[in-house]
């Protein structure tokens, strides 16, 4: 059965850095696309940012521009997602998602907090 992990989440202070990490059991995610989302209390499940099977990187919202950057470790079968600068807004639980076989796959989520 194919199950996705995050980890890395924590609680951090405003304007700190969090690095998560996504990896997967019976295959590794050095091609094939993966997302990660965000949602926080209340509100829907967002996508952040996504990796293309070919490495192509996009972001959604302004909000993590130039903060978040996704990254793959094509050895280690790992997708990440680096977290500078972050702010209250950004307290959420962040999964990542993957699709394949025409079903998606998502981990159970890491939480992120930030608060002073």
């Known amino acids: 059965q194919v199950q996705l992990v995050e980890s890395g989440g924590g609680l951090v202070q405003p304007g700190e850095s969090l690095r998560l990490s996504c990896t997967a059991s019976?295959?590794?995610?050095?091609?094939?696309?993966v997302a990660w989302y965000r949602q926080a209390p209340g509100k829907h499940r967002d996508p952040v940012a996504v990796?293309?099977?070919?490495?192509?990187?996009?972001y959604f919202g302004d909000s993590v521009q130039g903060r978040f950057t996704i990254s793959r470790d094509n050895a280690k079968g790992t997708v990440y997602l680096q977290m500078n600068s972050l702010k209250a807004e950004d307290t959420a639980v962040y999964y990542c998602?993957?699709?394949?076989?025409?079903?998606?796959?998502w981990g159970q989520g890491t939480q992120v907090t930030v608060s002073s």
């Open positions: 990796i293309g099977l070919d490495g192509r990187l996009a």
């Open positions: 019976v295959f590794t995610l050095d091609h094939i696309a």
């Open positions: 998602m993957t699709h394949l076989g025409g079903s998606d796959y």
